[in-house]
């Protein structure tokens, strides 16, 4: 059971040590928009190219990077033996996990907010619907990242190993997820593989927003499974701290 006063205090250690890390900070806020700014000038000649593909990758951006931030600075904290610490105290490990996905998150919001603003007011992305809906499918699937770093750091032993994750955890997802073709036009295979993968519906949601002024049906369903995805993965993440801490 997660008790809220240990929740928020591991919370604020893991941003309190992040603060010492101006790079870190940079890469979860700053990247995402960097990246969305030379997408647009890149297709400049093309805007409505930047339409089609920008709402998407305004949710694949943040995914990477929290991943990335999320699964080198948990396992630091596996490796440094401060998670062993920790749960020798009396700090559940729903505790744990739930301060560490509330620390990242907190950054989530910054970075979804700052990159879905640039996109829409100053890149001009071209959106039917609501940009509040964009910034909830970023948000959701920048808290997807956190959780899959999370889990990932499990199963690596040095910062190296879980970089190499990436290739396995991320790249098939952004090969499959419907950004480069529809997905219906895939191989069957590959189209039910697709199904499986959270990203996908990422991408499915983002679309339901460039194309629809209200919200759909097809949003909410593709939301609350990249939502439900992101709290199966912090589930499995819990799961894998006694086994590392012992």
């Known amino acids: 059971m997660i008790t ?19 790079r870190t900070i940079a890469l979860l806020i700053l990247i995402p928009c960097v ?14 190219t930047f339409d089609s593909i920008g709402a998407s990758l305004l949710g694949i951006f943040p995914l990477i990077t929290m991943f990335l931030v999320t699964s080198i600075a948990t396992l630091r904290e596996r490796t440094s033996g401060t998670l062993e610490r920790l749960l020798a105290m009396p700090l559940g490990k ?3 996990i739930a301060g560490y996905a509330l620390a990242f998150g907190t950054l989530a919001i910054i970075q979804s907010a700052l990159a879905t603003g640039l996109a829409v007011w100053f890149l ?11 910034l909830v499918v970023a948000l959701l699937d920048a808290l997807l990242g956190t959780a899959l770093g999370l ?5 690596a032993a040095s910062e190296f190993q879980a970089v190499q994750f990436m290739p396995a955890v991320i ?10 073709t529809p997905r219906d036009n895939m191989h069957p295979a590959l189209e039910a593989i697709s199904d499986v993968l959270p990203m996908s519906y990422a991408v499915d949601g983002m679309n339901e927003v ?5 919200m759909t049906t097809a949003f909410l ?3 609350l499974i990249v939502a439900g995805c992101a709290l199966l993965v912090l589930t499995l993440g819990a799961a894998t701290l006694k086994r590392r801490t012992t």
């Open 151 to 155: 889990f990932v750091s499990a199963f």
């Open 221 to 223: 369903h593709d939301t």
């Open 210 to 214: 460039l194309r629809h002024t209200d």
């Open 35 to 48: 990246m969305l700014f030379l997408l647009r000038y890149v297709f400049d000649g093309s805007p409505r």
């Open 124 to 134: 001009d992305l071209d959106v039917t619907g609501s940009p509040w809906l964009l």
């Open 94 to 96: 729903a505790d744990l």
């Open 4 to 22: 809220y006063s240990r929740t928020t205090a591991t919370a604020a250690r893991v941003l309190r040590q992040l603060t010492h890390d101006p």
């Open 171 to 180: 790249f098939p997802q952004l090969l499959l997820c419907g950004l480069f």
